[in-house]
């Protein structure tokens, strides 16, 4: 086959196991995307190409006896996650000549199935744990939307959210304590799966909130993150939090209830959002799924999430703050976060936990519905040149106790507001990663928002 870097996952292995096309040429392929496009919109951290290219060629000398979907398919990473053998630099300038010995260990696990890292993406400086405020707070600058190079691509996972929307990589693995893995999928026309926390391991992972941070797959489809996610998920020795209980996507559902939170469209005026967003829904009642009003019980999640990260960040990167290289920052609101930071009680931490287990009781919310939908966001990427205080003012985003209590989402495209995709997203009980995964591949049966392409 003709090369075509928007191919599902199945329908590239379908191609090198039929000698259509060898990883060796789908890798050069994807290298020539990765220094063109993707460092066009500043996507990439560190190319991987002599190692990719090699591992191309074992994996096409492999192919006959390949038992996984991605053996032979190249991936990025977002640079938070360790690799054996390059830089590690957490999309931070303080950072430039870091590495370990080893490999985190979901790219150990996609190594082990044959996947290529091909190459490492852009991020966040430090994932944003100092309260972030513009977009080009990172070593490799203000990372593009792929289909609009004025708006920003999200963050943290920038690079994963611009690179594999572009077709640069068959897929990414992206990172998220609270947006970072659904805000670049949103704003990039991406699906983007978080796993319930601890369902994947975070072993040489940058730790920036050990009470939130959770890894999962970037991709053009539900189904290509349903093929990544069961290949990184699994208990770890190595991580603690990571859990037994297998994942079961194919796990059979009846119809579902979906829960329709309260949501400001008028007075975010996003009259494009509320319309693409009603669309959804008349697409899931044709399915048969019943839509119900729910609400979550006030409490003051955003507060605890914001201490959490706080005392949890500046712990895990004290010895950077207190060090020689902590104003080499690009973000001059990143420091000063970090710095207040480190100024964090001891009680308002404790405090912040002690809700943790209060806000449980958002749980109740499970026995009038068994997903959630929402927008991810009202509006496309902001803009890339700004401030977020001048235009973050509209755009909305899941304030409740989703990311708090570790529950799992997917993100997907919903629509399109001028020339700029639109995102929804699934949110399930823990450990139902199940249900977002169904209710996203009908939806995505049912429509093609998934397949637009940045011209």
Not at 2 to 22: C, D, G, H, Q, V
């Amino acid at each position: 086959m003709s090369f075509n870097p928007f191919s599902s996952i199945k329908e590239t292995a379908a191609a090198l196991r039929r000698k259509k096309i060898s990883s060796t040429e789908l890798t050069q392929n994807y290298v020539g995307r990765l220094l063109s496009l993707g460092r066009a919109h500043n996507a990439v951290a560190q190319m991987c190409t002599e190692e990719a290219l090699a591992s191309a060629a074992l994996a096409d000398k492999e192919m006959n006896s390949a038992k996984s979907l991605l053996h032979g398919i190249p991936y990025g990473a977002k640079d938070l996650l360790s690799a054996k053998g390059y830089p590690t630099r957490w999309g931070s300038p303080g950072h430039e000549m870091q590495q370990f010995p080893y490999d985190a260990t979901p790219i150990a696990k996609l190594r082990g199935h044959g996947a290529i890292l091909v190459a490492k993406l852009a991020m966040i400086e430090l994932a944003g744990g100092g309260n972030y405020n513009v977009p080009w707070a990172s070593a490799t600058g203000a990372c593009a939307s792929a289909f609009d190079k004025n708006r920003w691509a999200g963050g943290s996972s920038s690079g994963s959210g611009a690179a594999t929307a572009l077709g640069c990589v068959g897929f990414s693995l992206g990172s998220e304590t609270s947006g970072s893995i659904t805000c670049p999928s949103a704003f990039n026309g991406l699906t983007g799966f978080r796993p319930t926390y601890g369902r994947v391991s975070r072993y040489g992972a940058m730790a920036l909130c050990w009470t939130l941070d959770k890894i999962g797959p970037m991709c053009r489809s539900a189904e290509d993150c349903g093929i990544v996610l069961e290949a990184i998920a699994g208990y770890d020795e190595k991580d603690p939090s990571t859990f037994k209980d297998k994942l079961n996507l194919k796990r059979r559902n009846p119809k579902l209830r979906i829960g329709l939170l309260k949501d400001e469209f008028k007075d975010s005026k996003a009259e494009v959002c509320k319309k693409a967003y009603a669309d959804a829904i008349a697409v899931f009642k044709k399915l048969g799924h019943e839509v119900v009003e729910v609400s979550y019980p006030k409490m003051p999640y955003d507060a605890a999430v914001g201490i959490i990260v706080d005392a949890e960040g500046a712990s895990a990167h004290e010895h950077f703050i207190k060090g020689p290289d902590f104003d080499k920052l690009a973000d001059i609101h990143q420091v000063a976060g970090f710095a207040a930071a480190m100024e964090t009680r001891a009680v308002d931490y404790l405090w912040a936990l002690r809700f943790r287990t209060e806000a449980l009781k958002a749980n109740e919310i499970w026995d009038k519905c068994d997903v959630i939908f929402t927008p991810t966001f009202y509006h496309p990427g902001p803009p890339i040149d700004k401030l977020f205080s001048e235009t973050w003012v509209d755009m909305g985003g899941d304030g409740g106790p989703s990311n708090l209590l570790g529950w799992p989402a997917m993100a997907f495209p919903i629509g399109f507001e001028d020339g700029s995709p639109l995102g929804g997203q699934f949110i399930a009980p823990a450990m139902r990663e199940d249900r977002c995964y169904q209710m996203t591949i009908a939806f995505q049966r049912e429509t093609d928002w998934h397949l637009k392409r940045p011209v």
